[in-house]
């Protein structure tokens, strides 16, 4: 019983810590160099600049886009969304595929990022924007502060690229 105790607890702690590994190569070296890579393995060739997602976006609805833009934070407590800069000013929230994998939650503000995935427009709910303040560290003052719903872009990434 002790022995299917700590092979349970082994396992389980592999895949806790598995949403946070970045992608390697077999020999241990980073699966494209100069970067480091979390889900889907993605290269950053033919990634769109900020001004030519905007272009591109324009009023459509939804589009798959593979997209170079910079970071301006991390959720803080498990790394699960991004919230990155576009060419207009304003920031759209990245979260990943299936909850499958996470991003660091420290170090990446102002880090250059290319994100493969599903951009779209959504309504972010008043309490879903006070939810991201509060894993983004905001003072419980600053989040009650937070009113109404927005029409913002979102994107769900498949594969992530942080510029080392």
């Known amino acids: 019983m002790k022995i299917l105790n700590t092979f349970c607890l082994t396992a389980a702690i592999a895949f806790a810590g598995s949403g946070f590994a970045q992608n390697l190569k077999a020999d241990g070296t980073p699966a494209v160099p100069g970067y480091d890579s979390y889900g889907a393995v993605i ?27 910079e970071i301006i934070t991390s959720c803080k407590k498990k790394g ?12 759209m929230k990245v979260s990943f595929t299936d909850y ?8 990446l503000n102002g880090k250059t990022a290319v994100l493969q995935g599903h951009a779209s427009r959504e309504v972010v709910t008043e309490a879903m924007r006070r939810h991201y303040a509060e894993d983004a560290g905001k003072s419980k ?7 109404g719903d927005e029409n913002k872009l979102s994107f769900v990434a498949d594969g992530v690229l942080i510029k080392k």
């Open 43 to 69: 290269s950053p060739e033919n990634s769109m600049s900020n001004a030519a997602f905007t272009q591109f976006i324009g009023g459509k609805k939804e589009a798959d886009v593979k997209l170079e833009t």
């Open 80 to 91: 699960c969304w991004m919230d990155v800069k576009l060419s207009d000013g304003s920031t």
């Open 100 to 107: 499958g994998f996470f991003v660091p939650t420290d170090g």
């Open 141 to 147: 003052e600053e989040c009650e502060a937070i009113k």
